[in-house]
């Protein structure tokens, strides 16, 4: 059984850094096809997909988030980990992980819900 | 800066079908974007439907599909149910990067 959850701090200020990690059990991002991914959502607006990251370690950014945006793994805890930069309260949402596999984004963790207020 | 198009709300009746769908500011939606389509219902995470255009999931009712429909990705619902009400999210694959729909909101009256 696939499962994902979300962690991190729930209230940043505004030009922080945001640390979320992704725990994950049930596959092996060591497998082909294989990739977990980064999607937000501002309360009562739509989803964004905002990064993914395969096992051979190839990432891949929203344009519109490039710069601020980066996605790293560590296998050894089945961890996936966003890092965004200079936080602004426009970046208010829950931000969820998922799972991909081939071009199925199909388990999605509960979401974590992040506040940017001084 | 890619757009992905959804029609903002659709209203059904029980029993119904509707079709939602997703359009591409590139111009025609193809199997290779992968359409995925997603349910959202308030206060809780998407759940997956569809991948790659018409793929169910295990859990996906018989009563959802999908198509490609006059150059757009399609959602279809038959004999839709009242619990279907919620909001739809489409997903395309733009060369290695992602974009949502702006979402659909289905409301079943």
């Known amino acids: 059984q696939i499962t994902l959850k979300e962690s991190g701090p729930t209230l940043v200020k505004p030009t922080q850094t945001l640390t979320l990690t992704c725990t994950f059990s049930?596959?092996?991002?060591?497998?082909?096809?294989?990739?977990v991914g980064w999607i937000r959502q501002p309360p009562g607006k739509a989803l964004e997909w905002l990064a993914l990251?395969?096992?051979?370690?190839?990432?891949r950014y929203s344009p519109s988030l490039k710069g601020r945006v980066t996605i790293t793994k560590d296998t050894a805890t089945n961890q996936v980990v966003l890092t965004m930069t200079n936080m602004d309260p426009v970046d208010t949402a829950t931000y969820y992980c998922a799972h991909r596999l081939n071009s199925a984004f199909d388990i999605w963790g509960q979401g974590t819900m992040v506040t940017v207020s001084s | 800066q890619t757009v992905v198009t959804q029609e903002p709300s659709l209203t059904v009746s029980p029993g119904g079908t509707v079709t939602l769908t997703c359009a591409s500011s590139?111009?025609?939606?193809?199997?290779?974007?992968?359409p995925n389509w997603f349910q959202q219902k308030p206060g809780q995470a998407p759940r997956a439907l569809i991948y790659?255009?018409?793929n169910i999931h295990p859990w996906t009712p018989a009563r959802f599909s999908g198509s490609l429909l006059g150059g757009r990705a399609a959602l279809i619902l038959s004999g839709v149910q009242p619990e279907d009400e919620a909001d739809y999210y489409c997903l395309l694959h733009y060369d290695g990067v992602w974009v949502f729909g702006g979402g659909t909101k289905l409301t079943v009256l």
């Open positions: 990251l395969y096992g051979n370690d190839d990432k």
């Open positions: 790659t255009t018409s």
């Open positions: 049930g596959f092996s991002l060591s497998t082909s096809g294989v990739a």
């Open positions: 590139t111009g025609a939606v193809t199997s290779g974007h992968y």
